[in-house]
């Protein structure tokens, strides 16, 4: 994605460390980010559609490189060390009404942690 796309959800998650999810609008996210609403819609459709891209993205890089790992649960670790990072983050998400919402999106990003640790762990 762009550096436009990047600021998008940089500024997401900054508002998230100080927002609760039902706070922050699309004006706000635009505001952080510096760029039209405009801008924004040539993006992503809505706040929630920012928030699972910049998870997505998030997931991702915590399990990177995972071929090398000498088991799956090094995943689970990784995932558990981005979601500690963010931790004020999850929380104002999960505090809020799209709670579900951040339960679809780890439970959506974990799945192939857990079957590639299902093929793998020694019985």
């Known amino acids: 994605m762009s550096d436009t796309a990047a600021r998008i959800r940089e500024a997401m ?3 998230l460390e100080r927002h609760s999810m039902d706070d922050i609008t699309v004006r706000m996210i635009c505001g952080e980010a510096g760029i039209s609403r405009q801008t924004f819609y ?3 459709y809505s706040a929630e559609d920012v928030l699972d891209e910049a998870w997505r993205i998030g997931f991702f890089r915590a399990v990177e490189g995972r071929d090398t790992w ?3 649960t090094e995943g689970f670790r ?3 060390e981005l979601l ?4 004020r983050a ?3 998400v999960y505090r809020s009404s799209r709670r579900t919402e951040l339960m679809r999106i780890i439970r959506k990003h974990a799945k192939p ?3 590639r640790g299902s093929r793998t762990a020694s019985p």
């Not at 500690?84 to 931790?87: A, E, I």
């Open 13 to 15: 998650m900054s508002l």
């Open 42 to 44: 040539n993006y992503y």
């Open 70 to 72: 000498r088991d799956w």
């Open 78 to 80: 990784r995932t558990l």
């Open 84 to 87: 500690s990072g963010r931790r």
């Open 90 to 92: 999850v929380l104002h």
């Open 113 to 115: 942690l857990v079957k």
